[in-house]
């Protein structure tokens, strides 16, 4: 395994490609979950797990399911079934072990089964071409990417509580204008490499 090939993965997907911030996946949940740092890092820690391992799983059905029986086609629907029973894991193990970042989540929590950068990483890994490893490695950063963006952004809301925000920018509308400004700070790292 070229170890070039995976630190490349690996800053394109947390930096030059980020899924939030360059790609503008997953939305929904950083814009929802990104008031509070703690619970920003509680939802970058499950999209984690569930990117990384979804990766890993969605290859290999697609690699030893999918491919051998002609099924390619329905790789969308297969992944998201897999998605779907791997978050379910998540829900009832944090429901379980940790109930304050459970209730915290709420609702975002399952729409991580939705959530288009978790199937966004699945179905890039077909269309890159990246084995097993390359897929994981890939979710993984992706992952931490998108942490990342939560964590950056929730630290600037928090900000933003003590500041003087005119009525009309109360909100939402300056939630969208900080995201648009975070966003452009990521796209200076376009140049960084051939990706």
Excluded: H, W
């Amino acid at each position: 395994m070229d170890g070039y090939k995976l630190m490349v993965i690996v800053i394109g997907a947390l930096l030059v490609k980020n899924f939030v911030l360059s790609q503008f996946l997953g939305i929904c949940p950083f814009l929802g979950v990104s008031k509070k740092l703690s619970t920003a890092l509680g939802m970058g820690g499950a999209v984690i797990f569930v990117m990384t391992i979804a990766s890993g799983v969605t290859r290999l059905v697609y690699d030893y399911l999918l491919v051998p029986f002609g099924l390619q086609y329905l790789d969308t629907i297969a992944f998201i079934l897999v998605i779907a029973a791997l978050v379910q894991l998540v829900e009832v193990v944090l429901k379980r072990f940790v109930p304050p970042l459970y209730r915290a989540l709420g609702i975002y929590l399952p729409l991580i089964t939705t959530n288009c950068a978790v199937l966004g990483v699945a179905l890039l890994n077909i269309k890159e071409g990246y084995n097993l490893l390359e897929s994981m490695v890939y979710g993984f950063s992706g992952g931490l990417g998108f942490t990342l963006a939560l964590v950056l952004f929730a630290g600037v809301r928090e900000r933003m509580e003590y500041c003087d925000i005119p009525k009309s920018f109360e909100g939402l509308p300056i939630a969208l204008i900080a995201a648009a400004l975070v966003s452009l700070s990521f796209f200076g790292f376009q140049g960084l490499m051939g990706i």
